[in-house]
């Protein structure tokens, strides 16, 4: 006995297009100033919002919608949109947090955001105004993930360039801080919520990090965000110093799964 036909390419390319135009996936980052969510959303989505390393990178409450031309599938290029919702970092000013946090709660309350990315710098330990916030908004967050950014710059700051990776003593202290951070936000929130450590500058555990986002996303939007991935492996190993091309082909080969292209089978019919 045989199955459907297949649907051929371009009709399978038209109707995912015509998904993202209704509606696209939409990612909401929220955190404090400067913790890097600009940064994250342009690592992950090829995106480029405002970074800045000094005053506030983002200006204003904002919704963008990019268009991303999508290379993951196999023999198609896919025109896909992606709205991030994003405020300046909470807690820089105090005048404005009221704003931020009652706009942050009406677009979620109106289900208008897939998920919710909450990031956190590895380095600030003071965890009271997240704790505060994430309490606030508990109510309105179903699908959240906790992102602890910027672990490059754990102590002792001995980052190892050579493999772009932690060195050993700062992937201890990762470890401590993943628990640690996990057990104090995670009790502000009214389910369960998973934590990942990351570097949005070094790409080190982007994959991690988008699995996880795929993971809270609604099962029938996950295809899309898993079309709008922008990254790969090289991303990560061309930051690498010390390796050789073997070197990186051999450890590219290792994780070479998840950069693997997407099936046109695989989206949904
Ligand atoms: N070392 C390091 N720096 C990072 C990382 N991610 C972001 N940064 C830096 O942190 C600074 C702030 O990054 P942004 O992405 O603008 O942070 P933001 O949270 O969007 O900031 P606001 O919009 O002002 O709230 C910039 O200088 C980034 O280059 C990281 O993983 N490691
Ligand atoms: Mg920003």
Same mark, same amino acid.
């Given at each position: ?109 109106? +289900? ?5 990315? $909450?990031?956190?710098? #590895?380095?600030?330990?003071?965890? /009271?105004?997240? @704790? !505060? ?95 709008? +991935? ?5 991303? $990560?190993?061309?930051? #690498?110093?010390?390796?050789?091309? /073997?070197?990186? @082909? !051999? ?19």
């Amino acid at each position: 006995m045989s199955g459907p036909k297949p649907a051929p390419l371009d009709l399978i390319v038209k109707a995912a297009e015509e998904e993202f135009n209704r509606r696209p996936p939409t990612i909401c980052v929220i955190g404090l100033s400067g913790v890097g969510k600009s940064s994250t959303i342009n690592a992950m989505f090829g995106t480029h919002k405002r970074v800045s390393a000094t005053t506030r990178g983002t200006n204003r409450f904002r919704t963008d919608v990019f268009e991303i031309v999508s290379q993951r599938m196999e023999g198609a290029a896919i025109k896909c949109a992606l709205r991030v919702l994003d405020a300046p970092g909470l807690g820089e000013d105090v005048s404005l947090d009221e704003n931020y946090l009652s706009r942050y709660r009406h677009h979620l309350k109106d +289900k208008a955001c897939d998920m919710v990315l $909450w990031i956190v710098a #590895a380095r600030n330990r003071a965890l /009271a105004l997240d @704790q !505060q916030y994430l309490t606030r908004l508990a109510d309105v967050l179903p699908n959240v993930l906790i992102g602890i950014n910027q672990v490059d710059l754990v102590e002792p700051l001995n980052w190892n360039a050579g493999i772009n990776m932690p060195s050993r003593e700062q992937d201890k202290a990762v470890k401590e801080i993943v628990e640690d951070r996990h057990a104090k936000l995670s009790k502000c929130l009214r389910g369960q919520c998973k934590t990942v450590a990351y570097s949005a500058l070094k790409y080190y555990n982007l994959q991690s990090l988008f699995a996880a986002c795929l993971d809270v996303s609604p099962p029938d939007r996950r295809w899309m965000f898993d079309l709008l +991935k922008s990254f790969s492996t090289h991303d $990560w190993l061309n930051k #690498a110093k010390g390796l050789s091309a /073997a070197q990186k @082909q !051999q450890l590219a080969r290792a994780y070479i799964k998840s950069d693997e292209k997407i099936s046109a089978e695989s989206l949904p019919g």
